[in-house]
């Protein structure tokens, strides 16, 4: 039987600014099921990044239901989203979000390390999931020492080290050229088989989107059109 990782229902966004409103979603629904890749596309503005915050919990919707590994997120106080968050789910962003005056294994193994695990634990892993995305040479360099494809692995080696159900990327290749944004999709399908992890991916790249299983069209807020890869 198909296990839903993600079901949300009629999800509004409005933000206010002084007397002026802006409806980011339009009622939206959205259902993934575990072990899926679905990559969300559309213009800028569309409300696709809206949209992977609100199912993440990182904001919190206007109307409607997001449901999580069968958890109402609107039914959870700010720390049980938070420590869910740690726990259950990794974020991949465009921009990497390392710490720039940390070694990349140091960044890795920051997540282990808020959520308690003894430092050798930590590190041990973290070095183990650096080798698996092939960054063993460079665990010990700062960010801005790395290229943006060893960034980038970086940043998806931190996503992964708690081993999350679910990934949320948010133009995971957006600031890489062509060859490298296919090897990060290379190495992101690849963990995904060994895994069963879940992603939920936010890209303008066609070429990325037809990498998932599942590619939603957004437009002024809603889904438009989808098509099916695999």
Not at 7 to 14: C, L, N, Q, S
Not at 93 to 113: R, W
Not at 189 to 207: G, K, P, W
Request: aromatic share 4%.
């Amino acid at each position: 039987m198909t296990e839903i990782m993600v079901e949300a229902t009629d999800m509004h966004k409005t933000y206010k600014t002084g007397t002026v409103e802006v409806k980011a979603l339009r009622g939206v629904d959205f259902t993934v099921n575990k072990g899926d890749m679905i990559a969300i596309m559309g213009p800028s503005g569309c409300g696709k990044t809206t949209m992977l915050n609100c199912l993440s919990g990182l904001d919190e919707l206007t109307e409607g239901t997001v449901i999580i590994e069968g958890k109402n997120l609107a039914e959870m106080s700010d720390n049980d989203k938070t420590e869910h968050r740690a726990k259950r789910m990794g974020f991949i962003f465009q921009f990497y979000n390392l710490l720039p005056v940390l070694s990349a294994v140091e960044n890795v193994e920051m997540p282990l390390l808020v959520s308690g695990t003894p430092a050798k634990e930590a590190r041990e892993t973290a070095i183990e999931i650096m080798k698996t995305v092939g960054l063993e040479k460079v665990m010990d360099s700062k960010p801005g020492a790395l290229s943006g494809g060893e960034r980038q692995r970086t940043t998806i080696a931190r996503a992964l080290i708690a081993k999350p159900a679910i990934i949320w990327g948010d133009e995971l290749t957006g600031d890489l050229d062509d060859e490298t944004a296919n090897g990060i999709m290379d190495l992101v399908a690849r963990l995904r088989d060994e895994t069963q992890a879940t992603f939920v991916i936010v890209t303008h790249n066609l070429e990325i989107g037809k990498r998932a299983d599942k590619i939603l069209y957004m437009r002024s807020g809603r889904f438009v059109k989808e098509e099916i890869n695999k």
